[in-house]
T-cell receptor, first 114, second 113 residues
Framework: AAGVIQSPRHLIKEKRETATLKCYPI?????VYWYQQGPGQDPQFLIS???????DKGSIPDRFSAQQFSDYHSELNMSSLELGDSALYFC?????????????FGSGTRLTVV | AQSVTQLGSHVSVSEGALVLLRCNYS??????LFWYVQYPNQGLQLLLK??????LVKGINGFEAEFKKSETSFHLTKPSAHMSDAAEYFC???????????FGKGTLLTVNP
């Protein structure tokens, strides 16, 4: 079965550079959630989209922005990168059609800021 | 706002022993509860979930959890640990029609031969 695809799997950037992370949800799924997981930390909700509109916002820095496109893929843009942005970034795609049915996570993008 | 507390950041068991990972939640409305497993450098995989209905939930790999409203708990158990169960386990909660998950801090399960 098709899963959630994230690219790239690994990314190394220098401080103050910009990074773009991509997420391709399960086909025909119109909702995407982004999470950030720092080293040894639990995942923290960043932002979500439904039908190409932002639906919720969490602890996302102002340096970060995201959008969802017409094909429902989403991109997380991160500018002025800081060492503390080094983390695993997941996107998730709800499935099941039942409220609170959980969702499928991508394998994540590991961002390292040096 | 909802929250999750996982008791014990590290649990160590012997192969074949009972696994018990504790999770307590706080929510002002009926919650949806989840357990996820994460292997090193991998994504999060859903083990099981409670939404409505039966309070004893069976998941993959022989895991199960029981939703106890009176105790605000959703502990994860497995009768007999296997070496392949060694991983990080996260309890999570969501409420209402919002799929946003709030995670606990995670419990690292070590299985000793």
């Amino acid at each position: 079965a098709a899963g959630v695809i994230q690219s790239p799997r690994h990314l190394i950037k220098e401080k103050r550079e910009t990074a773009t992370l991509k997420c391709y949800p399960i086909p025909r799924h119109d909702t995407v959630y982004w999470y950030q997981q720092g080293p040894g930390q639990d995942p923290q909700f960043l932002i979500s989209f439904y039908e190409k509109m932002q639906s919720d916002k969490g602890s996302i820095p102002d340096r970060f922005s995201a959008q969802q496109f017409s094909d429902y893929h989403s991109e997380l843009n991160m500018s002025s990168l800081e060492l503390g942005d080094s983390a695993l970034y997941f996107c998730a795609s709800p499935y099941g059609g039942v409220e609170g049915d959980g969702y499928t996570f991508g394998s994540g993008t590991r961002l390292t800021v040096v | 706002a909802q929250s999750v507390t996982q008791l014990g950041s590290h649990v160590s068991v012997s192969e074949g022993a009972l696994v018990l990972l504790r999770c307590n939640y706080s929510s002002s409305v009926p919650p949806y509860l989840f357990w996820y497993v994460q292997y090193p450098n991998q994504g999060l995989q859903l083990l099981l979930k409670y939404t409505t209905g039966a309070t004893l939930v069976k998941g993959i790999n022989g895991f199960e959890a029981e939703f106890k409203k009176s105790e605000t708990s959703f502990h994860l158990t497995k009768p007999s640990a296997h070496m392949s169960d060694a991983a990080e386990y996260f309890c999570a909660v969501s409420v209402g029609s919002n799929y946003k998950l709030t995670f606990g801090k995670g419990t690292l399960l070590t299985v000793n031969p």
